[in-house]
């Protein structure tokens, strides 16, 4: 947040004065999370939508699936999202060209930042190529119903 506040050019300085008594758990992060609801690519088109709810993690044509986080919400609750969405074709001439789509580019985590990120729920998963992070249960009726045992008890 730091970082991303100061664009990169902000210095921070601390300084250790004591020991104090346990204030209680360290709160998380407030915004929700965009999960991906299906398995494909990631398309451009959908994700020039998806912007506009929040700060995404993936680029277009980077492979996603079901349950994947793509991205953080700027709400406080996690949505579910598709991000394989293409535009709808006709047959219809529009008269206005379309735009080229531009999108901000991904923020993108290293894999201290993506274990400080995640969520009791959610996992962090790691391959020679890529850093990604997951629900714990991809699946989300079974995530549901796992949330739904756990207010419960």
């Known amino acids: 947040e730091f970082l991303s506040d100061t664009r990169g050019t902000g210095i921070m300085n601390r300084l250790f004065e004591n020991y104090g008594p346990y204030k209680g758990p360290i709160e998380g992060r407030q915004n929700g999370v965009l999960i991906s609801n299906g398995t494909g690519e990631a398309v451009g088109y959908a994700l020039n939508m998806l912007e506009e709810r929040g700060v995404l993690f993936v680029s277009p044509q980077e ?48 894999l201290e930042q993506a274990i400080a990120y995640i969520d009791d729920d959610e996992m962090v998963e790691v391959t020679p190529k890529s ?3 997951r629900k714990v249960i991809l699946c989300p009726h079974e995530r549901k119903k796992a949330s739904r045992k756990k207010e419960a008890a």
């Open 63 to 110: 492979k996603v699936y079901e349950g994947m986080l793509i991205g953080e919400n700027a709400k406080p609750d996690d949505l579910e999202v598709n991000p394989m969405k293409s535009k709808q074709l006709t047959n219809f001439r529009s008269t206005g060209k379309d735009d080229a789509i531009r999108l901000t580019p991904p923020r993108t985590m290293t």
């Open 131 to 133: 850093i990604r992070l």
